[in-house]
């Protein structure tokens, strides 16, 4: 009898978990043979998504997914310069559809941390209050930029060298020190706005979710403690996408089928890092991926000069 009831209990906990997982995945799946079926996946200025490219975007996703489940870096990250160096996609169009695919990966990811109480609520409000207020300003300037690929690109670069150097030092430097506990945030309600404000800025205007620019700022700037800072940040993007992501869609820059598709992987992803984030050392993947993003940026920026690097 005992044994029945711990078993419906574990089973109860699973599906509290994992539900809106599940929920997402499959309102992604409808989407995307929708999309699909009607013609819709197609974007003009995109390549089209074969099947190779279809298991590609999924495989990309995936990894997204799992480098942030394991060390909190943004799966916009990771797909951005995939799609836009190797499969082709143009700066405006692979910006607005990484945005748009982020938004299932936090709703999912935020509300694995709000039901283990790893995030700060009234952080997240203003972060994201005054955040929705500079990613309409971001997109603005986005829209007025759009069809100056370059300095978008050279933007994209610049934007890159931030989670690129973070990561390389804390790859290298891993130092151990005494780590900040509880569930609150400390610090100013102005300072925390003023944070989000301007990281809803760069993600209106380069298409990041905001995550590598939050998670440094929170840690370092308000000394806030680590598990609640990853939950408050994936919480806070999904406001700062939802409004970005939107506004790229409305604005015909998001290549809706090759999104939905990165976004079914990052959502696995999330879970399976989150599964396996004991079994890796966080300061070497951060080393590995900060080398990977400090190529990207370079990548960027020289082609703005009009130099080509494999």
Not at 172 to 189: D, F, L, Y
Not at 236 to 261: M, S
Not at 289 to 308: E, Q
Request: glycine share 14%.
């Amino acid at each position: 009898m005992t044994e029945r009831v711990t078993e419906s209990v574990d089973i109860a906990s699973v599906l509290k978990t994992y539900a809106p997982t599940i929920v997402l995945l499959a309102v992604i799946v409808g989407l995307t043979a929708w999309s699909f079926s009607t013609g819709m996946s197609a974007k003009e200025g995109a390549p089209a998504v074969t099947l190779m490219v279809a298991v590609l975007l999924v495989v990309v996703g995936l990894a997204a997914g799992m480098l942030g489940g394991i060390i909190g870096a943004g799966g916009c990250s990771v797909m951005l310069p995939i799609l836009h160096f190797y499969l082709g996609y143009p700066v405006p169009i692979a910006i607005g559809t990484t945005l748009f695919a982020v938004i299932f990966t936090a709703i999912s990811g935020g509300y694995g941390h709000l039901i283990r109480k790893n995030l700060d609520v009234k952080t997240t409000l203003w972060l994201g209050g005054f955040g929705i207020i500079g990613v309409v300003i971001g997109s603005y300037v986005f829209n007025l930029l759009s069809d100056q690929t370059a300095l978008l690109g050279l933007i994209l670069g610049i934007a890159f060298l931030l989670p690129a150097v973070r990561m390389i030092f804390e790859g290298v430097a891993h130092r151990k020190k005494s780590q900040p506990e509880g569930n609150v945030i400390p610090g100013s309600e102005g300072r925390k706005g003023l944070l989000g404000f301007v990281v809803g800025i760069l993600t209106g205007l380069v298409g990041l979710g905001g995550g590598y620019a939050l998670v440094p700022g929170l840690i370092y700037l308000f000394n806030a403690p680590v598990y609640v800072t990853m939950g408050t940040s994936l919480a806070t993007i999904i406001p700062l996408a939802v409004v970005g992501g939107g506004i790229k869609l409305a604005e015909g820059y998001v290549a809706i089928g090759a999104a939905l598709l990165l976004a079914a992987g990052t959502i696995v992803g999330a879970q399976l890092g989150a599964a396996v984030i004991k079994k890796f050392h966080p300061a070497t993947l951060k080393l590995i991926f900060g080398v990977y993003f400090l190529y990207v940026s370079v990548k960027f920026i020289l082609a703005y000069f009009g130099i080509a690097i494999f």
